[in-house]
Nanobody
Framework: QVQLVESGGGLVQAGGSLKISCAASGHTFSTRVMGWFRQAPGKEREFVAAISRSGANTYYGDSVKGRFTISRDNAKSTVYLQMNSLKAEDTAVYSC??????????????????WGQGTQVTVSS
């Protein structure tokens, strides 16, 4: 089992920056692709970013490309999402997710096995 705990969400003004974190339990973090997804009220869950097991490869949703950066620290079993140039439409609950061990990266939420409880990010315009 993998437990994921997000932190760092909050209220930020449009144009500002915020960095959220996701700490994983267990000893298999480095074997798992990690992803960030978000869901705004009344909208479907949306892929934000994913990162390969080593961190060498990253993937982004079109709406955040060039503004958000995903990274990971395998020694700390933590994945991060740096969000810059935030917009009101970035307001959502952001959740981190882990794929099964040794599986490839994916943008599909259904292919992630473990999920955190989510952290609220609110961008005021």
């Amino acid at each position: 089992q993998v437990q994921l705990v997000e932190s760092g969400g909050g209220l930020v003004q449009a144009g500002g920056s915020l960095k959220i974190s996701c700490a994983a339990s267990g000893h298999t973090f480095s074997t798992r692709v990690m992803g960030w997804f978000r869901q705004a009220p009344g909208k479907e869950r949306e892929f934000v970013a994913a990162i390969s097991r080593s961190g060498a490869n990253t993937y982004y949703g079109d709406s955040v490309k060039g503004r958000f950066t995903i990274s990971r620290d395998n020694a700390k079993s933590t994945v991060y999402l740096q969000m810059n140039s935030l917009k009101a439409e970035d307001t959502a609950v952001y959740s981190c997710a882990a794929r099964g061990s040794m599986l490839a990266a994916s943008t599909r939420a259904a292919e992630y096995n473990y999920w955190g409880q989510g952290t609220q990010v609110t961008v005021s315009s």
